[in-house]
Each structure stands twice: as C-alpha cells, then as structure tokens.
C-alpha cells in the first residue's frame, strides 16, 4: 500500500539548521509531486512547499520562503526538507503528503504519519 | 493569498446525527476544494477532493457540493469515528490554503 514515513525531527536551537525525510513507498514515485505540511501545537494545518515529480518545479510558503529548500531523489523514492534559519515558530509536526499530479492543482491524497521539529533553546 | 474560512468552528452533534460543515474561499476557486479528516493525535485523512468526489474508501456517508467560492461538507448518521477535525483546502492557487477547521464534538 501507499505508504510516506517522515524522519529527522527532534529539538534543534534558534537559528541552526535540520533536514527532514521522506521515504515513500507502494506508487511510482517519480510521477507524483510531493508536499509537505506542517502544524504547530494545537494549531491548524500549514502547507509549507511542494516539489514536482521531476525535481523541476518547486512552491513555497511565504512563511519559509528563503530559509527551506525542498528537494527529492527519484532513484531513492525520498524527498528531503532542508530548514535554515529556524526559529521557535517554526516548531510544528511536519508532515509529508503525496500529491494528486506530477505538479499542477494537487490536492493531497496520502498522508505520512509526521515528525515532530521543536525549535527551542 | 486566498484566505479560506470555515464555519462554524466547532459543532456538537448527537451520534446518529446529520452535521453540515461550510468553507468559504475569499475567491473563486473551481471546485478545487478538498476535505480532510484529523481524528485526535493521527495525521489527516483525505475525504473528498473536486469538491464533490470521494476518496477511495470513504463511506457514502460523506458528500460535498459547492461551487465558485462556497463549499459544504454534509455528514449523514454520525458514528463515533466520525467526531474529529475537519480541515477544507484549496488547490487551485499558491500558496496552497487551509481553513482553520471545524472541530465535530459529541454533544
């Protein structure tokens, strides 16, 4: 079956870096866009970026724009969130989700089952 | 940015009970609308996306309609696996948006 499992997360200090996985398995990776959403304790969920099936094409939030970068390899069927720059309101469950499409109008189909970042000093 | 607004923000609905849950996009979104599912401590679950068409193995129970910028997520016969947050989204524009979820309690 379609399965995300998210690794990385854990308490990282204000300012420092973290670089999240996603290992997908059960779908042909390379044809789908892959997503990452985040929530914060008791909050809602955020779409953070998208990344297209190619590694070609790339979204992001206004809120992380500049500070992660998202990237993914096909031959490993693994997609990689880097996070620069952290602050404490970026402490939230990261989630990985697969998208619908390669890119375009993606809704999002199958969820991983996250990783906790805590950004604390 | 499309700003999605859902209502109410929480609902107490008996078991066996029908509950009807709104989103409203501050645009025209195209049917590009979907719902998801967040039961206590579990990742989210997608429910309906074109904002009428059920997921694979989502019971009938569940439907959606709307169009333009408005949008409804109708539960028939609440059971107890059914009292979670509920979360619309858009996809029709980036950013991607959620709303901020209808949380469905048992009354």
């Known amino acids: 079956q379609v399965q995300l499992v998210e690794s990385g997360g854990g308490v990282v200090q204000p300012g420092r870096s973290l670089r999240l996985s996603c290992a997908a398995s059960?779908?042909?990776?390379?044809?789908?866009?892959i997503h990452w959403v985040r929530q914060a304790p008791g909050k809602g969920l955020e779409w953070v970026a998208i990344?297209?099936?190619?590694?070609?094409?790339?979204r992001f939030a206004d809120s992380v724009r500049g500070r992660f970068t998202v990237s993914r390899d096909n031959s490993k069927s693994t997609l990689y969130l880097q996070m620069n720059s952290l602050s404490t309101e970026d402490t939230a469950v990261y989630y990985c989700?697969?998208?619908?499409?390669?890119?375009?109008?993606?809704?999002?189909?199958?969820w991983g089952k996250g990783t906790t970042v805590t950004v604390s000093s | 940015e499309i700003v999605m607004t859902q209502s109410p923000a929480t609902l107490s609905v008996s078991p066996g009970e029908g509950a009807t849950l709104s989103c409203r996009a501050s645009?025209?979104?195209?049917?590009?609308l979907a719902w998801y599912q967040q039961q206590l401590g579990q990742s989210p679950r997608l429910l309906i996306y074109?904002?009428?068409i059920r997921a694979t193995g989502i019971p009938a129970r569940f439907s959606g309609s709307g169009s333009g910028t408005e949008y409804t997520l109708t539960i028939n016969g609440l059971q107890s696996e059914d009292f979670a947050v509920y979360y619309c989204?858009?996809?029709?524009?980036?950013?991607?948006?959620f709303g901020g979820g209808t949380k469905v309690e048992i009354k």
């Open positions: 989700a697969k998208g619908s499409s390669s890119f375009y109008y993606p809704h999002m189909d199958v």
């Open positions: 059960g779908f042909t990776f390379n044809n789908f866009g």
């Open positions: 990344i297209s099936h190619d590694g070609g094409n790339e």
């Open positions: 645009q025209s979104i195209s049917n590009r």
């Open positions: 074109g904002a009428s």
């Open positions: 989204q858009q996809y029709n524009v980036w950013p991607l948006t």
